[in-house]
């Protein structure tokens, strides 16, 4: 059984920083992209970002370039995402999700095969 479970969510000020981690179970991802996405209570699940199979590239949504850092450990079949200057349009449930197979990066959800159940983050102003 394939399990992405996210951890490190939580409360942080404007401007403070938190990391999420997902980590994965039951297969290896490390020949697949991964992916970050999050959805905000009323509105539609949206990309944050990816991340190619051996980390060597990555890609942003618009609103978190430069914040935010995706970054993976194939040894530890884990995917980070480290959130900094962190806004309160940033509050949202974040997912994790990996593609399947040898897969490239993809910013559209529909791509991915499988997900985590997420993790809370709220930012304060």
């Known amino acids: 059984q394939v399990q992405l479970v996210e951890s490190g969510g939580g409360l942080a000020q404007t401007g403070g920083s938190l990391r999420l981690s997902c980590e994965a179970s039951?297969?290896?991802?490390?020949?697949?992209?991964m992916g970050w996405f999050r959805q905000a209570p009323g509105k539609e699940r949206e990309f944050v970002a990816t991340?190619?199979?051996?980390?060597?590239?990555?890609s942003y949504a618009d609103s978190v370039q430069g914040r935010f850092t995706i970054s993976r450990d194939n040894a530890q079949n884990t995917v980070h995402l480290q959130m900094n200057s962190l806004k309160p349009e940033d509050t949202a449930f974040y997912y994790c999700?990996?593609?399947?197979?040898?897969?490239?990066?993809?910013?559209?959800?529909?791509?991915?095969?499988?997900w985590g159940r997420g993790t809370q983050v709220t930012v304060s102003s």
């Open positions: 039951g297969r290896t991802f490390s020949n697949s992209a």
């Open positions: 991340i190619n199979w051996s980390g060597s590239t990555a």
């Open positions: 999700a990996g593609r399947d197979g040898y897969t490239s990066s993809s910013r559209d959800s529909r791509d991915y095969a499988y």
